[in-house]
């Protein structure tokens, strides 16, 4: 079955530190895959978005990796501060029907010590 | 307005009720995305408009679930007969049209959600 699957456990590191969180996948072929922040009660809010021929993508202090044959994306979060404290999901889009629409993870919680 | 605004932000209805919720996309975007999330779980895909027409509605769960978008912007989700189950944050998004043929989509942009809850 198709699955996405995100560390449950939350992420507790100190400020300063680099955070990394990890999202796998199986039975998927994604045309591309999304990164999401979400704070207790608001919606989710687009971070970064990598395709499927990308390997890296960087903006300031956040950086995503895709590995498809691993079928794996890292997102790491540079200098970490504690208003970087929150849940960050992972979300594939297919590209393979006609809804473009998102196929979420359950989220990894961060919380960053200062 | 600057973004997607959904109302009301909390509704609280007794079992076997009706509700509807209501979604204002942001000005100009042609896709709109309802979504449920359950409390320590990601958003969970329920239908997708593009324009006035439902283009996927293989996530609503049962014919209780309704939703409508009739002048292409603001959408509505119905529920029926409301169950416990049904309680949740429902979440709306929007986007521009769907980019170039065969190119990847616009990113989506989320509501505040409505938070449903079923007594």
């Known amino acids: 079955s198709q699955k996405i699957e995100q560390n449950s456990e939350a992420l507790n590191i100190q400020e300063g530190k680099t955070a990394t969180l990890t999202c796998n996948y199986t039975?998927?072929?994604?045309?591309?895959l999304q990164w999401y922040r979400q704070d207790p009660g608001r919606g989710p809010v687009f971070l970064l978005l990598?395709?499927?021929?990308?390997k890296e993508k960087r903006k300031e202090r956040l950086k995503v990796t895709f590995d498809t044959t691993l079928k794996q994306s890292l997102f790491h979060i540079t200098a970490s501060q504690p208003a970087d404290s929150a849940t960050y999901l992972c979300?594939?889009?297919?590209?393979?029907?006609?809804?473009?629409?998102?196929?979420f993870g359950s989220g990894t919680r961060l919380l960053v010590r200062p | 307005g600057a973004g997607v605004s959904q109302t009301p932000s909390n509704k609280v209805t007794e079992k076997g009720k009706y509700v509807e919720l209501r979604c204002d996309p942001i000005?100009?975007?042609?896709?709109l995305y309802w979504y449920r999330q359950s409390l320590g779980q990601g958003p969970e895909f329920l239908i997708y408009?593009?324009?006035?027409?439902?283009?996927?509605d293989s996530g609503l769960p049962n014919d209780r679930f309704f939703a409508v978008r009739p002048e292409g912007s603001v959408s509505t989700l119905k529920i029926q007969r409301t169950e416990r189950g049904d309680s949740a944050v429902y979440l709306c998004?929007?986007?521009?049209?769907?980019?170039?043929?065969?190119?990847?989509?616009?990113?989506?942009?989320f509501g505040p959600g409505t938070r449903l809850l079923v007594l």
């Open positions: 998004a929007s986007s521009l049209a769907p980019a170039r043929a065969g190119g990847p989509q616009e990113t989506q942009y």
């Open positions: 039975n998927y072929s994604p045309a591309y």
């Open positions: 990598i395709r499927e021929n990308e």
């Open positions: 979300a594939l889009e297919t590209g393979m029907d006609s809804s473009y629409k998102l196929i």
């Open positions: 000005s100009g975007h042609t896709a």
């Open positions: 408009f593009q324009g006035t027409g439902a283009a996927d």
